[in-house]
């Protein structure tokens, strides 16, 4: 009888521990990512590989651009006819200042462009009555009442919204939603507007760090798990002959996540469908930062395939040489002059740590973009841009946007 009560309260305890983690059954998704990469007995063939969609990560510090980059580059692809995908991961979401009302489902914007904003909270919502379902058969009476008290409490806990935005994220990516025009069957590519660079680097590594901690959490749990079944082999040759250790409903679901966790980090490490776009300004703070940024995304292996230099400023017009400013409005230029020599001193430095990718500048627009129409100049410019790519045929399609 002791050991039967120290087994139930190590289970109770690992069930409260593992509870915001193992909410959710995520077979099916790993499984239909599996479907479209893998055939049993043959080798993944480009028919399968050419229906998953290319991911890019639009990140950067905040304030440079990168919501109105990732719009122009999804209307771009769009109107290439490629069936486009853009999504907001940022909580403070800027998408539908941009093109109106946009809510946490996909809706159409243009032709061939669909385009969604997650909601934290929205999201967190979904993702603890998840985790509330798959513990009501776990516990029970006082207990139960407990658990749930604790999982109310765990909404404000510090990083639930995170893992809520995650689990989202997962599913976006692993069972991509069918485009809403009849037109197409699956995206060709989906794009994600993402929160500044710190945020964007946790979110992105978390199938890394996840992975880790759930190998701990499974070992805790086996362990529980052959203690339990020890006992039952104990009672098996007295009064319980005959009993088997049950099943592990915890384990299973940790299982399942790890599998989910490992199926998203393949394919976000696959370089040929997954890239992050980093969007800059010419100027120090955010230069050193996408600097940084680059080397944590690939430290975590995953692949930087372009940089945006975003407000530039255009080149003055030609004056005769030596001839000197003679109105009060040249005079006052001075300082738009010596702000563009620190921008082309910047620009110069992000040239040359982005000497390997695709880079595109972009000149500072008269009107900042305020709508679709306003995007019009952006959406000109990225139609010709295309994201690094290992394969061979990348170098030679010709699509990559030369350095200016």
């Known amino acids: 009888m002791l050991l039967s009560r120290l087994w139930k309260r190590a289970a109770f305890r690992t069930a409260k521990d593992t509870a915001v983690w193992a909410g959710t059954q995520p077979s099916a ?3 239909t990512y599996e479907a479209h990469t893998h055939q049993p007995g043959q080798a993944p063939g480009q028919a399968e590989i050419s229906k998953l969609p290319e991911i890019w990560f639009f990140g950067g510090k905040g304030g440079v651009g990168k919501t109105s980059c990732a719009a122009a580059q999804a209307l771009a692809l769009a109107e290439k006819g490629e069936a486009t995908l853009l999504v907001s991961t940022d909580p403070a979401h800027n998408l539908g200042d941009l093109f109106g009302a946009v809510g946490g489902k996909p809706c159409n914007i243009a032709p061939r462009l669909d385009v969604m904003e997650l909601d934290p909270e929205r999201e967190c919502d979904r ?12 516990v029970s009476g006082e ?3 407990t658990v749930m008290r604790q999982l109310e409490l765990s909404r404000h806990a510090p990083g639930t919204s995170e893992a809520a935005l995650f689990d989202a994220l997962v599913e976006i990516i692993l069972t991509p939603p069918a485009p809403l025009e009849d037109e197409a069957s699956h995206y060709r590519h989906i794009l994600f507007d993402t929160a500044p660079s710190g945020h964007t680097i946790r979110l992105l590594s978390l199938p890394e760090v996840l992975g880790g901690w759930l190998e701990g959490m499974l070992g805790q749990r086996r362990r529980a798990v052959a203690e339990r079944s020890l006992w039952l082999d104990s009672q098996q040759a007295s009064d319980m002959p005959g009993e088997e250790a049950p099943e592990d409903p915890i384990s299973e679901a940790l299982e399942q996540r790890r599998t989910r966790y490992a199926a998203l980090r393949q394919r976000l490490s696959d ?4 890239r992050v776009i980093l969007v800059s300004t010419p100027e120090k703070l955010p230069c ?4 940084r940024t680059r080397e944590a995304l690939e430290a975590h292996g995953l692949a930087v395939g372009g940089l ?18 003679s109105t009060p409005h040249e005079l006052q230029a001075d300082w738009v002059t010596t702000w563009r020599e620190q921008q082309q001193h910047w620009a110069a430095r992000l ?23 306003s995007l019009a100049p952006l959406v000109a410019q990225f139609t010709a841009f295309r994201p690094w790519s290992p394969a061979p045929a990348a170098s030679t399609c010709g699509c990559a946007v030369p350095a200016r």
């Open 351 to 373: 040239e040359e740590a982005f000497a390997d990718r695709p880079r595109l500048r972009l000149l500072r627009q008269p009107q900042l973009p305020e709508d679709r129409a």
């Open 29 to 31: 998704a790993h499984e």
């Open 308 to 325: 945006i230099i975003n407000q530039c400023l255009p080149e003055p017009a030609a004056q005769e040489a030596g001839k000197p400013p």
């Open 288 to 291: 050193l930062e996408t600097t």
């Open 143 to 145: 207990r139960s009442a």
């Open 127 to 138: 993702y603890l009555e998840a985790v509330r379902q798959r513990i009501v058969p776990l």
């Open 271 to 274: 370089t040929r469908r997954a």
